[in-house]
């Protein structure tokens, strides 16, 4: 059936980019954490509660990744000037560095990929996975409702 060998592949390419990445991004950044970035810079500031749709991880785990991005002076926590109850996080220059970093190493593993296919390929394939990854919400979190096949 298809779709074993599809989720076969999608898998295997999946632990393959993962591996990639961890290895790649050492010891400075993880996935996660080039994944929080992304979506701060793409705010300018957020909140933690912000990134907890976007990263699929819970509150806990937030902070301990906030934490943690803190300490290896990625972000830094600011108080909202007005409320002070809201706590924003800022990428640092370190950050932005690391994250730009990060994107090159990204692109690097899929131009490595798409290599193998031709150009109209690349784009075919693109197209073909518009059609059936999920969209995301407003928020950032995916709509996860699984498409009826007629």
Do not use: C
Not at 35 to 60: F, G, T, V, W
Not at 126 to 133: A, E, N, S, T
Not at 139 to 148: E, K, L, T
């Amino acid at each position: 059936m298809v779709s074993e060998q599809f989720a076969k592949l999608w898998l295997r390419m999946q632990s393959d980019y993962q591996a990639y990445m961890e290895r790649e991004l050492a010891p400075d950044l993880t996935e996660v954490q080039l994944h929080a970035l992304e979506r701060i810079l793409s705010m300018e500031r957020a909140k933690p509660s912000d990134l907890i749709s976007h990263l699929n991880i819970s509150p806990a785990a937030i902070s301990t990744l906030v934490d943690r991005m803190e300490k290896n002076e990625i972000l830094v926590r600011q108080r909202d000037e007005y409320d002070r109850r809201i706590v924003w996080l800022v990428v640092t220059e370190k950050g932005r560095s690391q994250y730009e970093r990060g994107i090159e190493i990204r692109k690097k593993y899929f131009v490595s990929r798409l290599g193998a296919l031709s150009e109209h390929n690349q784009k075919l394939l693109v197209f073909l996975m518009g059609k059936i990854v999920p969209e995301r919400t407003e928020n950032g979190a995916a709509n996860d409702s699984v498409r009826q096949v007629n």
